[in-house]
């Protein structure tokens, strides 16, 4: 069963930077809307960015002007570049992907730390 695979997460000092990646395991078809979400303990999963095949794209208000959604269609990967980070950006990371006909796919989420 194809996986998302997501990558780039750790530790990271207040400020500092990192990029996320995620692609899926093996081949995948009719791939849409593309987005990141985050969690952080205790709290709900909440929307970070998402992107729309054209590429339009939406952002949390917490996050805008220091993080970056971008995607690879001939690849369905999807990237978040993150700048400027900051304690309260510390959480598990997950990246979906949507499908115009189907159930659409999750990763299994990877960690992000800020902190010194």
């Known amino acids: 069963q194809v996986q998302l695979v997501e990558s780039g997460g750790g530790l990271v000092q207040p400020g500092g930077s990192l990029r996320l990646s995620c692609a899926p395991s093996?081949?995948?078809?009719?791939?849409?809307?593309m987005a990141w979400y985050r969690q952080a303990p205790g709290k709900q999963r909440e929307l970070v960015a998402g992107?729309?095949?054209?590429?339009?794209?939406n952002y949390a208000d917490s996050v805008k002007g220091r993080f970056t959604i971008s995607r690879d269609n001939a690849k369905n990967t999807v990237y978040l570049q993150m700048n400027s980070l900051q304690a309260e950006d510390t959480a598990v990371y997950y990246c979906?992907?949507?499908?115009?006909?189907?159930?659409?796919?999750w990763g299994q989420g990877t960690q992000v730390t800020v902190s010194s």
């Open positions: 992107i729309s095949r054209g590429g339009s794209t």
């Open positions: 979906n992907m949507v499908q115009y006909a189907g159930p659409g796919y």
């Open positions: 093996g081949s995948i078809f009719g791939i849409g809307a």
